[in-house]
């Protein structure tokens, strides 16, 4: 059995609607820095009941910015998982901190609070505390953040939550984004993520102070706001450059699409969660782990991951992968551990460091989902998982 066109592992849902929006901005005054930016800006902000949200060109740009904002420099320590995307590492690295990780819960696969309790005892005593946390809510469900808070009041850190995966998911029946548990959370607007700008992120938080700094980072380190001049002026074309910035500006045209599309990001998830439902039911008996959930969370399902079970031994994961690949079903895996990429090796991780997440990653696939996903395209899926596996 094989389809005739490649399903993805993930993709877009535009309709008719984002592209009249877009249209709009196209046939506007402005295509940047206009009205449509603090729109989506406000609707982010709104959706996720949270003070401020900065839209900025992607969620790499957001963490970095975001570390910035939290002070870090050469001289401060980040941990986050290693189940992740490269970014929530590689933002630390930018500012020329160090960077460590904590490994994930097996059932959950996000950073485990437990081992993030342990290690902070133990980098205590050796006085290498970090400076923030940056936990990662894995295929659109939330980490323990209650947990995670708490070990922040008591070892003083900051919790940067890279939320790439979760825009739409609730923890505790609150919308993540809210910032409730964190200082700072982070969007990806990547096509394959839950809603897309084409390139685009956000940082959202409560801190006014927080969200000026953001604001000031993207756009060049420069400000027209007299009360954080140095020499502050009455010339109209003043400006001073307070900060080394970057342009990480987003668009008019991207935030178009992404007003657009955050209208209907709560139908979108649901037909996740529908999509879900079908495969748990049709892939039930066979030797996999399907995607558990923790009762406080509502996840937003960016990935749907099945993990072969540790004492299947008639294939392998790559023999599956292949093997679904040539059925044209673009599999893909989330994640390879990020403390066993080469360049983070060169800072002395190696594998066996964090095992849970090792383990994992051998035995796991990401199988196809988005909204415009049919449950026809589904059902061959997961008949030919069935052909394969029994
Ligand atoms: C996609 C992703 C990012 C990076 O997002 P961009 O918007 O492509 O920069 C960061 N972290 C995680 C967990 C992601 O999945």
Redesign the pocket.
């Known amino acids: 059995m094989r389809v005739n066109k490649i399903i993805p592992y993930g993709r877009q849902s535009i309709d008719e609607l984002d592209i009249l929006e877009i249209n709009k901005v196209l046939n506007s005054d402005w295509l940047t820095q206009g009205p449509v930016v603090t729109h989506f800006e406000q609707a982010l902000s709104e959706y996720c009941s949270a003070a401020y949200a900065v839209a900025c060109t992607?969620?790499?740009?957001a963490?970095y910015v975001a570390c910035l904002a939290l002070g870090i420099t050469v001289n401060d320590i980040v941990w986050t998982s290693p189940n992740?995307?490269l970014?929530?590492a590689n933002c630390a690295r930018f500012c020329g901190a160090q960077i460590d990780f904590v490994d994930i819960d097996e059932k959950t696969y996000n950073l485990c609070p437990d081992k993030l309790e342990a290690k902070l005892l133990t980098a205590e005593k050796l006085d290498k505390l970090p400076k923030i946390i940056i936990p990662?809510h894995f295929a659109g469900q939330s980490c323990d953040m209650k947990k995670i808070h708490q070990l922040a009041k008591k070892f003083n850190f900051h919790i940067i939550e890279?939320a790439?995966?979760a825009i739409g998911a609730t923890y505790l029946d609150k919308r993540i984004g809210c910032c409730q548990y964190s200082d700072i959370t982070?969007f990806?607007?990547?096509p394959v993520?839950i809603i897309t700008t084409g390139?685009?992120?956000a940082a959202l938080t409560n801190s006014k102070e927080i969200a000026e700094k953001i604001r000031l980072y993207i756009t060049h380190g420069m400000t027209r706001d007299s009360k954080k001049m140095e020499n502050p002026s009455n010339d109209l074309w003043y400006y001073e450059q307070i900060e080394l910035g970057f342009n990480y500006r987003i668009t008019d045209i991207h935030c178009a699409l992404g007003l657009s599309q955050l209208k209907k990001i709560d139908t979108f998830i649901r037909k996740r969660h529908e999509l879900v439902a079908r495969y748990n039911e049709g892939l039930k008996y066979l030797p996999l782990t399907l995607p558990y959930q923790h009762p406080d969370t509502y996840s937003s399902f960016h990935l749907y991951v099945i993990c072969l079970m540790a004492e299947y031994k008639n294939k392998t994961r790559a023999q599956l992968f292949n093997e679904l690949r040539q059925a044209n079903i673009g599999v893909n895996v989330h994640y390879i551990p990020v403390h066993t990429q080469p360049y983070y090796k060169k800072f002395g991780f190696q594998w066996g460091d964090f095992p849970v997440s090792e383990d994992y990653y051998h035995r796991t696939i990401t199988l196809p989902l988005y909204p415009g996903l049919s449950y026809e395209q589904q059902d061959t899926i997961i008949s030919i998982i069935k052909n394969i596996l029994t």
């Open positions: 992607n969620a790499t740009a963490l992740t995307f970014s929530s990662v890279d790439s995966h982070i990806s607007f990547h993520k390139e685009g992120g």
